[in-house]
């Protein structure tokens, strides 16, 4: 079983077994394609069912700022409202139905 092993012996075993898989470079190309495709798959699986922890939500909810508006702004809206008929009529009708355009 002992071998005499030396760099060149080496060399040409090298050589030999590269020209017999030579033949197979096209499907260990296309396995190791598919095997790659396969890992992104599960990998963007796994990132794109993660859901947020309790914490996480909640920490995001006392970062919103609601927005404030200051009552001079709401006075002159009424006033403007109260003014015209034509935003009076167009306030009623976006009070009756909002989703009409």
Same mark, same amino acid.
Do not use: C, H
């Given at each position: ?17 590269? =020209?017999?898989? %030579? ?5 260990? &190309? ?8 396969? &890992?992104?798959?599960? !990998? ?6 993660? /859901?947020?922890? $309790? $914490?996480?939500?909640? /920490?995001? +909810? !006392?970062?919103? =700022? %609601?927005?404030?508006? $200051? ?5 002159? +809206?009424? +006033?403007?409202? $109260?003014?015209?008929? /034509?935003? !009076?009529? +167009?306030?009623? !009708?976006? %009070?009756?139905?909002? &989703?009409? /355009?």
């Amino acid at each position: 079983m002992s071998k005499n092993l030396n760099i060149k012996s080496i060399a040409a075993l090298s050589v030999t077994w590269l =020209q017999k898989m %030579r033949q197979y470079l096209p499907l260990i &190309f296309i396995v190791a394609l598919l095997g790659l495709y396969g &890992f992104l798959v599960f !990998q963007i699986n796994g990132v794109t069912s993660a /859901e947020p922890t $309790d $914490d996480a939500i909640t /920490e995001k +909810l !006392q970062t919103v =700022q %609601r927005p404030k508006i $200051d009552q001079a702004t709401i006075d002159k +809206l009424q +006033l403007l409202q $109260d003014n015209s008929t /034509e935003v !009076q009529t +167009l306030f009623k !009708q976006a %009070r009756d139905n909002p &989703f009409q /355009e």
